[in-house]
């Protein structure tokens, strides 16, 4: 390249239109892009350089991301959730470690949130052949740190989507971990037949409302149990039923006695088998539900919410050998690389087709004038209960 032109590169800025094969969607706010010609990119990312509260330790880092070379990529982000795995990875109590690193050009080591959602192959180099710009991707491990406008990876640890035709960053972007948790625990722990119940507590959660709408297309009842509110109940009542819910109780109800014969009316004099629990909760509540259980019922958990612990009633396993199970997606997904993405592949198949709903979300756009606190703030927001939408970072113009 001759100076002069390596000059008009550098003092360039260009628009750059977005590709028209990617979905339209109104929460992508501006279909423009600006980077700079020369290939560096300006990032952001939410970080922490210790565990701790997210309020305390989280800060937005810039740092430039120069032109790919060899077998290097450069993404943008387009949507990435806040889930509550992602809380307690920064808390420092969740068993998936993130990498504290100074590769973003930071003094200290620095370690950015979010393991989940989904990017833009924006530039790649040479040695890239799996991938192309304008694609779709997701990821395959936790740990990449997806709270951040872009980032410059290799492919190996991506997962492209085939097909986006139909889907928003948001539906992409929260499928792999709460829909094919729910996925994997009706089909992986006990062979459901269709007119089959299962129980499942923290219903109104990703998790339980993918659960009843799985649950749904496949045949199968549920039982659902959300925490009793003063405010809101029936109409929390209505949407999860509209999704497909065929009971819905309060924690409250199930543990009442007499919980147990309404379960007995419910289940055809108790002759229709519940054969499965699904536990998100913990705490007592998870005895009263395995009461109802079957026998040779399994219940799996795979959510602490409430963070009490599950104690085993002792006559259940002796007299109804019910088993207690423990399912962790991200340990699925690692030894199982190509039964998860067939797994993602149906769930998008199916959200393309209208058959399956995204839980309400609480979008916080992100984007060059965002500032640190309303990030911070959105994470830390999470910890609340009772919220009406979960909170997803939707990266605009950055
Ligand atoms: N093991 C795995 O592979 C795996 C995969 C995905 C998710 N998870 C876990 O599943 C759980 C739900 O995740 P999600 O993303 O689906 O959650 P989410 O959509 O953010 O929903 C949170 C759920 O937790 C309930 N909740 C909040 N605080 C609670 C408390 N103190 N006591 C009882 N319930 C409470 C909420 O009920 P209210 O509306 O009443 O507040 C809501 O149902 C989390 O623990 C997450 O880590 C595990």
Redesign the pocket.
């Known amino acids: 390249m001759t100076p002069s032109r390596a000059l008009n590169r550098v003092s360039q800025t260009v628009l750059r239109p977005r590709p028209t094969h990617l979905p339209q969607t109104h929460l992508l706010r501006t279909p423009f892009r600006s980077i700079s010609v020369y290939g560096y990119e300006q990032a952001k990312a939410l970080t922490f350089p210790d565990y701790g509260e997210p309020k305390d330790v989280l800060r937005l880092h810039s740092h430039s991301i120069s032109t790919p070379h060899s077998n290097l990529l450069t993404l943008k982000f387009l949507a990435s959730p806040i889930?509550?795995?992602d809380i307690n990875q920064i808390q420092g109590v969740y068993p998936s470690k993130p990498t504290f690193t100074t590769t973003l050009g930071s003094a200290e080591p620095l370690a950015v949130g979010g393991n989940e959602g989904v990017a833009e192959v924006i530039a790649l180099g040479s040695g890239v052949k799996g991938l192309k710009k304008g694609d779709w991707v997701i990821q395959r491990a936790p740990g990449f740190g997806t709270w951040r406008t872009h980032a410059q990876t290799t492919e190996d640890g991506l997962l492209r989507i085939e097909n986006t035709e139909g889907l928003t960053p948001v539906q992409v972007g929260t499928v792999s971990?709460?829909p094919c948790?729910a996925y994997r625990m009706l089909v992986d722990f006990v062979k459901l037949k269709p007119g089959d119940w299962f129980i499942q507590n923290?219903a109104?959660?990703?998790?339980?409302r993918a659960a009843i709408q799985l649950a749904k297309l496949w045949g199968y009842k549920s039982i659902n149990v959300?925490?009793k509110?003063e405010e809101g109940m029936d109409a929390l009542r209505t949407d999860l039923e509209g999704l497909g819910a065929d009971v819905v109780v309060t924690d409250e109800e199930v543990m009442e006695r007499g919980f147990g014969e309404k379960i007995k009316e419910i289940t055809n004099g108790g002759r229709d088998e519940v054969k499965l629990g699904l536990n998100?909760?913990g705490g007592k509540l998870v005895n009263a539900m395995a009461k109802v259980l079957s026998p040779h019922a399994h219940m799996v958990t795979?959510?602490?919410?409430?963070k009490q612990p599950v104690t085993l009633p002792t006559p259940l396993l002796i007299f109804k050998n019910i088993s207690f199970d423990g399912?962790?997606?991200?340990k699925w997904s690692d030894r199982n690389p190509e039964e998860k993405k067939r797994c993602v592949d149906k769930i998008l198949n199916l959200t393309r087709e209208g058959k399956f709903k995204d839980?309400p979300m609480a979008p916080i756009h992100w984007d060059a004038t965002t500032k640190q606190d309303e990030l911070v703030n959105a994470v830390q927001g999470t910890l609340e209960?009772?919220?009406s939408g979960?909170g997803i970072f939707v990266f605009g113009e950055t």
């Open positions: 889930n509550p795995a971990v709460n948790t923290g109104n959660s990703g998790v339980g959300v925490r509110r998100c909760v795979y959510g602490a919410m409430s399912f962790w997606v991200s839980t209960g009772y919220r979960k």
